[in-house]
């Protein structure tokens, strides 16, 4: 099976810059590359195999088709829902945040 492209939409790229600023303003420059790495690794998980993340959030939320797969080693998670032709993700959150109440920004139009 051929990976889909993993798109991410304007919030998700906001939100890892958030993160990645956040790192870098820690004086963590290791571990934003890092964040980098585990975030490609996981784009390129979920572009392969998108039903293996979770869909805790899809009931909760009540959005049918919604996913979301872990970073390894970072408190961070990426939420998303596969298309026809692409992996589309909706955001990359801290998985301390209060998750449906940032969620719920993303669907704001």
Known sequence: MKAKPVIPREQANRDVTDAIDFYLAEDAEQAALGFIDALARAFGHIGRHPATGSPRYAHELNLPGLRSWALSR????????????????????????????????????
Do not use: G, N
């Not at 939420?79 to 959150?93: C, G, K, P």
């Open 74 to 109: 970072y408190p961070y998670l990426v939420f998303y829902i596969e298309r026809d032709e692409h992996i589309d993700v909706w955001r990359v959150l801290h998985a301390q945040r209060d998750i449906p109440a940032w969620m719920q920004e993303a669907e704001s139009p």
